[in-house]
């Protein structure tokens, strides 16, 4: 029915960006409770730099299609499906998969896009919009009038971060390089400039009673710190280990080492929580609950998208063909925003 040939991207082992290879195929076909989706906008995240290196902690045997996350239209629905899905643009958070035209996912896991959202726009927030949110909202429950710091306040989930707090009357401190502080003036962020200031330093006088949540996407050192900068009832969430991203040796160590912390952290009695935030948290378990959760935190920040709360920042918009072009990108530091593959 269907004379579109399937086009995705294999990550053959540990390669340079230009190893990726593309391959060609048939269109998946949508067994029972499945859709196949169309993509029209999948992106670079921090997960397959990791993952071109071999340091993702629970990534998939090589060789894989990698990709987190997608935004598209349902182009056909398997047995059991609800009928009036295909056709409909909708975004999925599916790990590994993504970096392909054609996507077979379960049709529990699609979330509606709304109208007037457009596929790029949408896919910028899809796995760095539910992170926020939840880091934001489930887990340090953040309340109007309270002060929070984020670290790479400029980043993918650091600027979707920055824009929900403020949406919701939080005060801001970001941490960033000189270059990305008037775009967070513009936000209502206080930018610190993590390469020249004593960040600790400036956040106290900032904030000299501590303040009430830390983002921390660094690891290592800097999540002490963190856990240092916080009020009592504060929280720490730890979300990533960007500060091992070279390091060779264990993938799983890093995080270990966070984990341990943050136990013993909340093993202490003064009264601070600490996290260790991990999206897919819960799926084994209550794959329901977890994608309930999912479908209405989605849906509030496609809302927030709408709304202009948050806004899309697309930083480049290449064709699947040229991912390597997009991950040399995505990996140099350079561009704000996220860069978007289209098919």
């Known amino acids: 029915m269907n004379a579109e040939g399937l086009v995705e991207v294999v990550l053959p082992g540990k390669v340079e960006p230009e190893g990726l290879e593309i391959r060609h195929g048939a269109v998946p076909v949508a067994g029972p409770g499945e859709v196949v989706i169309r993509m029209e906008a999948t992106g670079v995240s921090f997960a397959e730099q990791q993952m071109r290196r071999g340091r993702y902690y629970d990534q998939p045997a090589f060789p894989f299609v990698p990709g987190y996350d997608l935004v598209g239209t349902v182009l056909t629905a398997g047995e059991g499906v609800e009928p009036g899905l295909a056709g409909t643009r909708v975004a999925a958070l599916v790990k590994v998969g993504g970096w392909a035209s054609h996507v077979l996912v379960e049709a529990a896991d699609v979330v509606p ?3 007037g959202v457009g596929a790029a726009e949408a896919e910028t927030v899809v796995v760095n919009g539910i992170t926020a949110w939840q880091m934001l909202h489930r887990k340090a429950r ?6 929070i710091l984020v670290h790479g306040a400029n980043g993918g989930v650091g600027s979707v971060l920055v824009q929900l707090a403020h949406a919701a009357g939080v005060k801001v401190i970001g941490t960033a390089s000189a270059r990305h502080h008037d775009a967070l003036r513009e936000r209502g962020v206080i930018p610190v400039d993590y390469r020249t200031e ?3 330093a400036r956040v106290r006088e900032l904030a000299p009673g501590g303040v009430d949540a830390v983002f921390d996407h660094v690891g290592g ?3 002490v710190d963190s856990w240092h900068l916080l009020a009592p009832g504060g929280t720490l969430v730890a979300y990533g280990s960007a500060s091992t991203r070279d390091d060779e040796g264990s993938k799983q160590w890093p995080v270990l080492k966070l984990l341990g912390r943050v136990w013993l952290w909340n093993a202490l009695p003064n009264r601070r ?3 260790f935030f991990n999206v897919w948290a819960g799926r084994a378990l209550a794959k329901n609950r977890f994608r309930a959760r999912l479908r209405a935190d989605l849906t509030q920040v496609f809302g927030a998208l709408q709304s202009g709360d948050v806004t899309a920042q697309i930083a480049a918009q290449l ?3 040229r991912v390597g072009e997009a991950l040399r990108l995505a990996e140099s530091g350079t561009v ?3 860069v978007v593959l289209n098919p």
């Open 221 to 223: 050192r800097s999540a």
């Open 273 to 275: 929580r600490a996290y």
């Open 336 to 338: 704000a925003g996220k």
């Open 142 to 147: 953040i309340r109007a009038g309270q002060t």
């Open 113 to 115: 896009v709304p109208d």
């Open 319 to 321: 064709p699947l063909t």
């Open 198 to 200: 004593d960040v600790a």
